[in-house]
Each structure stands twice: as structure tokens, then as C-alpha cells.
């Protein structure tokens, strides 16, 4: 008999059902949450009410245990309303990841809280000594999106000797440690992604048991008793945000196209209005059949083997990089059309939404350049881009 992994059906439709009915509270909330530069305490308490943060937690741990394509469903809910909320979300619940990291006793202590956000950052690593009982760390990581509602913050360090050389053969470890532990550096003043509170984090002789050590994995396997444990699953996730985004963009420029008068007479008599719409609406449909296909093939494969093929990666980031990619393209032929209406803050989101989308594509495993990492694989190659 097939063991089944991930949710039913039906629990990935009360997923949905979830994130749709606090969906409208989010973006009500937009304006609050850009200005505060992180996600306001009630945005965060309606997505824990949800069990937002423990979407890939272990159902033992109390979690959804939701596959790639209900991740990123549900996180596409979200994102329609507010692309930072929709981040915060899909960073957040990397909880599922650390937990099945460590110990199974200490990950039912780390997560007595079974609500319980993280967050991460990877560059530049820090540095860390071995000592009895564990490791001292030094260091500070940018981009630690969510660190203000976090619980639980993990990072990469370079081993080091005593007197701070690094060890032979070189070594990176990574830790998880309670983000009360660490100094938050107010940084994250930006253009767009405002909401996410992506401050740097220092750690300044930071002592950390040996439990706390996460292991190192072998990217290829996962094991066939859990496939979810599979470090590739960090990274599909991401697409839920654009598609999201982009779909709360078009159904704002139809609503402005069906009921604005301009000039030029209706605008949705408007021929360039008319094609845009087409258009964009093809190409949000075919970035959402892409993500899902990919994610769900990658699934698929990792269910019935444990593994995923390099070959299958690459497709997978492919799939991610495209993605992001034709989604900005499709925000700005939608911010364009809307004319003088998206300049609006107070009647638009469009504006946001184009800086969202523009920002998150600065992320290093987003950008145009893993076209080519992705291609060198399909060539037997080396694929020499980070996180791969």
C-alpha cells in the first residue's frame, strides 16, 4: 500500500478556506504594516490563529505537514492581500525545517508554542568556536525576514580555532538559537518588502549547546519516512508570493478598468486596456500551472524515491526563477495600464505592489542569473550558485 505524505484534499481546501477568511483583515492592514516596517502584532495573531507558522511542522509537533503545492497555495492566499504578510509566512513556518532538525524532545521544548515563527539568514556567516558542551558564535546575518514576531532564529558560521583561524578542512556549521539571544539592528529601510522586517542580527559570544547544532544534509536524499525533511523544499515556497501578488493586482486593474472613465471614454472599451488584460491574464495562469506542475513533480519524485535528482533541482529552480521573473514583467505591464489611477497610494495598491514585486527579485535565489546555474545542470555541469 502507497503511504500518502503531505495533506488530503480536504485539509489542503480548509487551508484555503482559512487563509481566504483572514485575507481581507491583512490587506486592510497593508498601509499599517508598510509603515511599521515589520507585520503588526494583529496581523500576526490572525495568521497563528491559522496555524500559518506551522505549515510544514511535523503532525506529531502539532503541525499541517503541508506539501510544496499546499505551501504555496496557501501562501499565494496570503500574498494577494499583502506581499510582505505572504513573505513573513512563507519564512516563518521554516519552523517545519528546524524542528526536524533536532532532536525530537528538544523540538517538542523548542516548540511548546506549536505557533512559533523563525527566521534565518546565511550571509555573510559568522564565525564559531568549539568549547565544552557546545560552540561560541560571533557574527551578524542581514536579511533575517520576520525577526520581530520570531521566535526562533537560525544561522551559518565558519568554524574557527581558538585564536580565530578557520579549521582545515573548512567547515560551516549551523545553528538555531531564541532570538531574544541576539542583537536586532534596526536596518531595514527599503524600497519595497517594506513590512517584512528584514533587520540584521549579531550574535557577540553567543554560547550554543551542541543540541542546538543542526545537521548537515545531503541535498539529494530525504529519506522515504519523511520527505518533507528535504532541504530543496526551502526554496518552492517562494513562488507563492508572486502569484499572489500578481493575481491581487490584476483583479484591482479589472475593477479599475470596469468601472473608470477617462479621456480617452470607459477604460474598458479601451483596446490596450482590453489586450493588457488578455494578456497578463494568460501569463498569471501560466506561471500558476508552471509552479505547481514543477512543485508537484519534484513531489512526486521525492515520495516514491527519497530522493531528488539533480536534474529535477534544476527544474525546480527554473520554475522559481521564472516564475519571479515573468511576474515582475506582468506587474509592470498592469501598473502601466492603470494610467494615472496606481499613483494613488490611498486608492491603489498598485504602486506597493510593483515595488513589492521588484524588490523580493533582488533576493540571490530569485534573480535572471539561475537561468543559467539551472542550465549548467541540464548540461552536466556544476551549477555554482548558492543554495543549490
Known sequence: MTQIFGATLEEREALLADARRIAPAIGAAADEIEAARQLPKHV????????????????????????????ILFIAEIAKADASAGWCVMIGCVSGFVSRGVDRDLAMRMFADRDAASCGGAFPPGVARRVEAGYVANGRWPYM???????????????????????????????????????????????????????????VELFIPEERVLPERDLGRS??????????????????????????????????????????????????????????????????????????????????????????????????THVHQESARVMEQLYSVAGSAALYTARSTLGRRLRDMQAMNQHVVLGASNYAAAARVLLGLKPSAPFW
Not at 167 to 179: N, T
Request: net charge negative.
Open 223 to 320: 529519506g522515504l519516512d519523511d520527505p518533507l525533511s528535504h532541504l530543496s523544499w526551502l526554496l518552492p515556497k517562494h513562488m507563492g508570493v508572486p502569484l499572489g501578488l500578481t493575481q491581487g493586482a490584476y483583479e484591482e486593474v479589472l475593477a479599475i478598468a470596469q468601472g473608470r472613465v477617462a479621456m480617452r471614454g470607459a477604460l474598458r472599451d479601451d483596446p490596450l486596456m482590453q489586450s493588457t488584460l488578455g494578456e497578463t491574464a494568460a501569463r498569471i495562469a501560466s506561471c500558476r500551472a508552471y509552479t505547481l506542475s514543477a512543485a508537484d513533480d519534484a513531489w512526486r519524485e521525492c515520495c516514491d524515491t527519497g530522493e531528488l535528482s539533480e536534474v529535477t533541482r534544476a527544474r525546480l529552480r527554473l520554475a522559481i
Open 145 to 203: 525576514s520576520g525577526i520581530t514576531h520570531s521566535t526562533w532564529a537560525q544561522f551559518a558560521c565558519r568554524l574557527v580555532d581558538d585564536g580565530g583561524a578557520p579549521v582545515s578542512p573548512a567547515q560551516i556549521l549551523r545553528f538555531v538559537v531564541p532570538v531574544g539571544d541576539l542583537i536586532v539592528h534596526d536596518t531595514w529601510h527599503t524600497s519595497g518588502m517594506c513590512g517584512t522586517g528584514s533587520h540584521d542580527a549579531e550574535a
Open 44 to 71: 500576526v495573531n490572525l495568521l497563528r490563529s491559522v496555524g500559518a507558522f506551522r505549515l510544514i511542522q511535523p503532525r506529531w509537533l502539532g503541525g499541517h505537514a503541508a506539501d510544496p503545492v499546499t505551501q
